[in-house]
């Protein structure tokens, strides 16, 4: 348990599998086991609470977006298993097929489960399961930042398909050459669109895709067999491991590549980045396994904490669904808004924040829109505010962004 460069806790909990979910309020996280064991950590108590067996084999875990339950999808025996947020079971669902994954909404009280077997993908809400029918099997899928679409892959049929969640319809599909893996996907702003990259499953190659008007916009061979790819809004890089030792850099701009200089002996794999962007923490496999954190932008060693096979790192902001829009939004913002107002301070027009506590949802989306009229309904003698051309996928990001600065956290963030 890593803040910033300082180790605060550890514990010991074997065969991690599926990857860390955090309680809504950050107090709490839950880590799930391939054999099926799920663990609880508070944070406010620094210490382990509790830990429970849901099943023999285990997929991964979701967190409802209340944080009053926690959804074990399992292989074996098939089914979902609820657990309440002390880990204590109450409801086991059966499911007729092996589940890919299950994942949380946070715009709603539901949750998304698809199959490696079956052409189908649920939605859980309560205790009951509606299914919609889909061409083929997801071996692996996730859920785009907005939660509009579910974006998978079949590795039966070597396609990307993407439907819409609420009806099933499928909106778009290509053929691939290697299986996307999804899980590992990467999403950022630039120029007006949404963009994510994956890697693909033993390949060289990293797809770069464009969002809501779907469409591949590229195809990279970056070399080596790696598994994920990572960014931060405040960086201008994807960081794509690639299994050889380094990192290939990808410009989110121009989609030129270049290397990060970050291993010197053994493989570096999987980074993850801090709340701020700060820092950039790195698994570096090899005979001195370790967690080296670095720099992301000069990719100076900051520290070096010792570790034996060290693999996923999961940070609150970083991995909750809840701040996806808030993390785009932020790169809209710097993008599109940047001129006239600063996060926390004043500068030519107010702060965000200030906009964000003394303002209404409906008045902010009405300046963003129509400016010159809703500066006269203010009392203002007139507008100094330019006219911001936004999609609605614009807005709602911004929007996010925005009223996050509520909160302090977020606001300390950009100071």
Not at 380 to 394: A, G, L
């Given at each position: 348990?890593?803040?910033?460069?300082?180790?605060?806790?550890?514990?010991?909990?074997?065969?991690?599998?599926?990857?860390?979910?955090?309680?809504?309020?950050?107090?709490?996280?839950?880590?799930?086991?391939?054999?099926?064991?799920?663990?609880?950590?508070?944070?406010?108590?620094?210490k382990l609470l509790a830990q429970v067996r849901a099943c023999v084999y285990l997929r991964n875990i979701a967190v409802s977006r209340d944080g009053k339950?926690?959804?074990?999808?399992?292989?074996?025996?098939?089914?979902?298993?609820?657990?309440?947020?002390?880990?204590?079971?109450?409801?086991?669902?059966?499911?007729?097929?092996?589940?890919?994954?299950?994942?949380?909404?946070?715009?709603?009280?539901?949750?998304?489960?698809?199959?490696?077997?079956?052409?189908?993908?649920?939605?859980?809400?309560?205790?009951?399961?509606?299914?919609?029918e889909v061409e083929e099997p997801l071996e692996d899928f996730f859920i785009d930042p907005f939660e509009r679409f579910l974006i998978g892959s079949s590795?039966?049929?070597?396609?990307?398909?993407?439907?819409?969640?609420?009806?099933?319809?499928?909106?778009?599909?290509?053929?691939?050459?290697?299986?996307?893996h999804l899980f590992s996907a990467a999403f950022w702003y630039s120029d007006g669109s949404f963009y994510f990259a994956t890697r693909h499953v033993n390949?060289?190659?990293?797809?770069?895709?464009?969002?809501?008007?779907?469409?591949?916009?590229?195809?990279?061979?970056?070399?080596?067999?790696?598994?994920?790819?990572?960014?931060?809004?405040?960086?201008?890089?994807?960081?794509?491991?690639?299994?050889?030792?380094?990192?290939?850099?990808?410009?989110?701009?121009?989609?030129?590549?270049?290397?990060?200089?970050?291993?010197?002996?053994?493989?570096?794999?999987?980074?993850?980045?801090?709340?701020?962007?700060?820092?950039?923490?790195?698994?570096?496999?090899?005979?001195?396994?370790?967690?080296?954190?670095?720099?992301?932008?000069?990719?100076?060693?900051?520290?070096?904490?010792?570790?034996?096979?060290?693999?996923?790192?999961?940070?609150?902001?970083?991995?909750?669904?809840?701040?996806?829009?808030?993390?785009?939004?932020?790169?809209?913002?710097?993008?599109?808004?940047?001129?006239?107002?600063?996060?926390?301070?004043?500068?030519?027009?107010?702060?965000?924040?200030?906009?964000?506590?003394?303002?209404?949802?409906?008045?902010?989306?009405?300046?963003?829109?129509?400016?010159?009229?809703?500066?006269?309904?203010?009392?203002?003698?007139?507008?100094?505010?330019?006219?911001?051309?936004?999609?609605?996928?614009?807005?709602?990001?911004?929007?996010?962004?925005?009223?996050?600065?509520?909160?302090?956290?977020?606001?300390?963030?950009?100071?």
């Amino acid at each position: 348990l890593i803040e910033d460069l300082r180790v605060l806790d550890r514990f010991v909990f074997p065969n991690v599998h599926g990857g860390v979910k955090f309680s809504p309020d950050g107090e709490r996280f839950y880590v799930p086991s391939r054999d099926g064991r799920v663990a609880v950590y508070s944070l406010k108590e620094g210490k382990l609470l509790a830990q429970v067996r849901a099943c023999v084999y285990l997929r991964n875990i979701a967190v409802s977006r209340d944080g009053k339950t926690v959804v074990a999808s399992c292989v074996l025996p098939p089914g979902l298993v609820l657990l309440n947020r002390d880990l204590k079971p109450f409801r086991r669902i059966p499911l007729e097929g092996r589940p890919s994954a299950v994942y949380e909404l946070h715009r709603r009280d539901a949750f998304v489960l698809a199959f490696r077997d079956k052409p189908l993908f649920g939605l859980l809400e309560g205790e009951r399961i509606s299914y919609r029918e889909v061409e083929e099997p997801l071996e692996d899928f996730f859920i785009d930042p907005f939660e509009r679409f579910l974006i998978g892959s079949s590795r039966r049929a070597g396609k990307l398909l993407v439907y819409r969640i609420d009806t099933g319809q499928k909106v778009y599909e290509e053929e691939m050459g290697a299986l996307p893996h999804l899980f590992s996907a990467a999403f950022w702003y630039s120029d007006g669109s949404f963009y994510f990259a994956t890697r693909h499953v033993n390949s060289p190659q990293v797809s770069v895709w464009r969002m809501y008007d779907w469409k591949l916009v590229r195809t990279l061979k970056v070399g080596g067999r790696g598994f994920f790819v990572r960014t931060h809004p405040a960086l201008p890089h994807l960081w794509i491991d690639n299994g050889e030792g380094d990192f290939v850099l990808l410009d989110k701009k121009t989609l030129r590549v270049s290397r990060a200089p970050v291993a010197e002996e053994g493989k570096a794999t999987h980074v993850e980045f801090s709340a701020d962007g700060r820092y950039a923490y790195v698994s570096l496999v090899g005979e001195r396994g370790a967690l080296v954190v670095y720099d992301p932008l000069n990719f100076k060693v900051l520290k070096t904490l010792e570790a034996v096979h060290p693999a996923g790192k999961y940070n609150f902001l970083m991995k909750s669904r809840r701040f996806y829009p808030y993390l785009l939004g932020r790169e809209i913002f710097m993008a599109k808004c940047w001129g006239c107002h600063h996060q926390t301070r004043t500068a030519f027009g107010p702060s965000l924040r200030w906009i964000a506590l003394h303002r209404t949802r409906d008045v902010i989306i009405s300046q963003i829109l129509n400016p010159e009229q809703t500066a006269e309904s203010m009392g203002y003698t007139r507008s100094v505010m330019p006219r911001i051309e936004m999609t609605p996928y614009e807005i709602e990001g911004v929007l996010a962004f925005i009223e996050g600065l509520r909160d302090d956290e977020l606001a300390r963030l950009d100071r």
